[in-house]
């Protein structure tokens, strides 16, 4: 005899219905992706944030900062092949030493970065790193995973609450952070560490040398000095040994024939 469906049950199946629906292999990576956010509203996501920093923070006054990342870009998006996307490339004036990418191809670089990189070689290894975050899909995959752990603490507390009535809502919380910290933090350092291996292949396609990579990330680690820094378990961002070790890796390995 058929048994009615419980609102656990009834949970339980949307939720796996909604993880195979949305779970497909990304061709740069490799690798199976949950991704529950379409590109075309990420791009409109994207453009909205980036016109906001354009009107807020101030650009930079050396037009041959900004025309040197440009080309630096235009060569590494040629070699990502992602021409057809509407790429902006901007040169804020700040002293911090930092970079960032937008969904729909907007990259910034803080003038202090490019004051503590080199040559055109170690700004090409950050920008082959953003790069990568877009060919890897990670702002996608990133707000997709938040979706699901925002819709999992939600059911857990409708579900909890048949069991455990007003602390249903305390126990799904910690739940949440449990995803939090186990899956969403994890995966952030997982997408930083992708995007440095998609960099320095871009870097080699592009015919600029890998090992600018790493002497862009032995100059940074330098530059952190003596601040404390953060557990790896506890930050989005992998550690800097780790980050070192994978990098010399990915700069060290043949290219392919």
Avoid at 13 to 19: D, K
Avoid at 125 to 153: C, D, I, N, P, T
Avoid at 198 to 207: E, F, I, N, T, Y
Wanted: hydrophobic share 45%; glycine share 10%.
């Amino acid at each position: 005899m058929l048994q009615p469906m419980t609102r656990r049950s009834a949970f339980a199946m949307l939720a796996a219905g909604a993880v195979v629906a949305a779970c497909n292999e990304n061709p740069v990576t490799g690798r199976s992706q949950l991704v529950l956010v379409d590109d075309a509203m990420l791009a409109q996501l994207g453009e909205q944030a980036w016109r906001d920093a354009l009107s807020k923070m101030p650009r930079t006054q050396s037009p041959a900062l900004q025309t040197r990342l440009e080309r630096i870009g235009a060569r590494i998006v040629d070699a990502s092949g992602r021409t057809n996307e509407n790429w902006e490339f901007a040169v804020f004036d700040s002293p911090e030493v930092n970079a960032f990418v937008l969904p729909g191809g907007k990259v910034a670089f803080y003038s202090g970065l490019m004051e503590l990189a080199g040559g055109d070689g170690e700004i090409a290894a950050v920008m082959g790193h953003e790069v990568g975050h877009v060919e890897a899909r990670h702002a996608a995959e990133r707000m997709s995973q938040q979706l699901l752990v925002q819709l999992g603490v939600q059911a857990a507390s409708l579900v909890l609450s048949e069991e455990y009535g007003a602390n249903a809502g305390a126990i799904a919380g910690a739940l949440g952070m449990g995803v939090m910290y186990g899956v969403v933090l994890p995966y952030s350092r997982k997408h930083e560490l992708e995007a440095d291996a998609l960099g320095v292949k871009l870097m080699r396609d592009a015919a600029y040398d890998p090992g600018d990579a790493v002497r862009f990330w032995e100059k940074m680690v330098a530059s952190n000095g003596q601040r404390p820094k953060a557990l790896e378990w506890l930050s989005t961002h992998p550690a800097d040994d780790t980050r070192l070790v994978e990098l010399r890796r990915a700069a060290a390995a043949p290219a392919p024939g």
